[in-house]
T-cell receptor, first 115, second 115 residues
């Protein structure tokens, strides 16, 4: 079945440490790929997106993600985490071809940041 | 810029009651979506409207109905609420006709509890 998997439900890192959040998808063709962040009590905010071209994409708040076709992965990274990065992160895809631009989400990874 | 506005923000219902969740966007987007968010499951699509005048079922449509009132507004109705519909509901919009690569913009959610 087509799906998006975020293997880590919770991750805790120390402030200033590097971060990598994993995302794997199972679709035949390369989908459109997104990372969203959700702060407590808020809606989802787009961090970055990948459609084609350079496999390393830069986003807001110092985040980046790398698309690896061979691994069907789109992992999110940040070199140095800040306390304000504590939130829930969602990987999402729009399968190609797609009708209606429908997003399929992973289950989310909750990030906690230790001082 | 308001973006996507959802009302109400919180609601408590009794089993069997009905209610309508409202959503409006001011970005002149063609497509609108309703999701529900449950712990560990990410967001799941309930219904979507690719353009004004059309609506389609998503992954979990049972127990819900929608109305695309005009280009700006997309409402979600629970005819007879059940405890299993306790969730956080998000509305989103995107400019589909620019391609499936357009990100969705999310409201802040409606937290619905059904007793």
């Amino acid at each position: 079945a087509q799906s998006v998997t975020q293997p880590d439900i919770h991750i805790t890192v120390s402030e200033g440490a590097s971060l990598e959040l994993r995302c794997n998808y199972s679709y035949g063709a390369t989908p459109y790929l997104f990372w969203y962040v959700q702060s407590p009590g808020q809606g989802l905010q787009l961090l970055l997106k990948y459609f084609s071209g350079d496999t390393l994409v830069q986003g807001i708040k110092g985040f980046e993600a790398e698309f690896k076709r061979s691994q069907s992965s789109f992992n999110l990274r940040k070199p140095s985490v800040h306390w304000s990065d504590a939130a829930e992160y969602f990987c999402a895809v729009v399968p190609w071809p797609s009708s209606g631009n429908m997003l399929t989400f992973g289950g989310g990874t909750r990030l906690m940041v230790k001082p | 810029n308001a973006g996507v506005t959802q009302t109400p923000k919180f609601q408590v219902l009794k089993t069997g009651q009905s209610m309508t969740l409202q959503c409006a966007q001011d970005m002149n987007h063609n497509s609108m979506y309703w999701y529900r968010q449950d712990p560990g499951m990410g967001l799941r699509l309930i219904y979507y409207s690719a353009s004004e005048g059309t609506t389609d079922k998503g992954e979990v449509p049972n127990g819900y109905n929608v109305s695309r009132l005009n280009k700006r507004e997309f409402s979600l109705r629970l005819e007879s609420a059940a405890p299993s519909q306790t969730s956080v509901y998000f509305c989103a919009s995107s400019d589909l006709y620019s391609g499936g690569d357009q990100p969705q913009h999310f409201g802040d959610g409606t937290r619905l509890s059904i007793l």
